[in-house]
Antibody, heavy 114, light 110 residues
């Protein structure tokens, strides 16, 4: 059974940093593109970033370019999202996904507030 | 402002059929496949339709998808109370080099 489990969310002040992790099980991430998608409270879905199988190709939504970095560790079957210089508008549930989008994790909440 | 357009809401009585439209442009729906996602209240989204009209294993055949030109449509037949949810279309936009979602459509069973 495919499972994606996010962790690392929490409350952070504007300008702060967080690193989200996604542990995959039931499949080997090395053969799949992976992605992060977020959903602000009461709002719709927004693609954040995705990364190819070997980590050599990455795409980001304009609003996070230069602040967020997507990465992966295929040996650990894990996906990551390093988020720096966080803004209030980054507050959302962040979902880890296999491809765009076959499977979704349950999400982890990131709250940016002073 | 979403790149894709969906109606904010649709409703119908139990057993009836609803359709949800998703409108885009050539650089997204026009040349890339469309997926549909269902998000039940308080839960993570789930894949409903992929590659315009393919139904994943485990999804009832009451759900169907189609695409024509720069528009796609999700159909739900035999509407049930358990179908009350938000439905999103999504596709890759080759001009933006990014994945785009519609704003979502809330389905209400009367």
């Amino acid at each position: 059974e495919v499972q994606l489990e996010e962790s690392g969310g929490g409350l952070v002040q504007p300008g702060g940093s967080l690193r989200l992790s996604c542990a995959a099980s039931g499949f080997t991430i090395s053969t799949y593109w992976m992605a992060w998608i977020r959903q602000a409270p009461g709002k719709g879905l927004e693609w954040v970033a995705n990364i190819n199988q070997d980590g050599g190709t990455k795409y980001y939504v304009d609003s996070v370019k230069g602040r967020f970095t997507i990465s992966r560790d295929n040996a650990k079957n894990s996906l990551y999202l390093q988020m720096n210089n966080l803004r209030v508008e980054d507050t959302a549930v962040y979902y880890c996904t296999r491809k765009l989008v076959e499977y979704w994790g349950q999400g982890t909440l990131v709250t940016v507030s002073s | 402002q979403s790149v894709l357009t969906q109606p904010p809401s649709v409703s119908a009585a139990p057993g009836q059929k609803v359709t949800i439209s998703c409108s885009g442009i050539n650089s997204n729906i026009g040349i890339n496949s469309v997926s549909w996602y269902q998000q039940l209240p308080g839960t993570a989204p789930k894949l409903l339709i992929y590659d315009n009209n393919k139904v994943p294993s485990g999804i009832p055949e009451r759900f169907s998808g189609s695409k024509s030109g720069t528009s796609a449509t999700l159909g739900i037949t035999g509407l049930q109370t358990g179908d009350e949810a938000d439905y999103y279309c999504g596709t890759w936009d080759s001009s933006l080099s990014g994945y785009v979602f519609g704003p979502g459509t809330k389905v209400t069973v009367l």
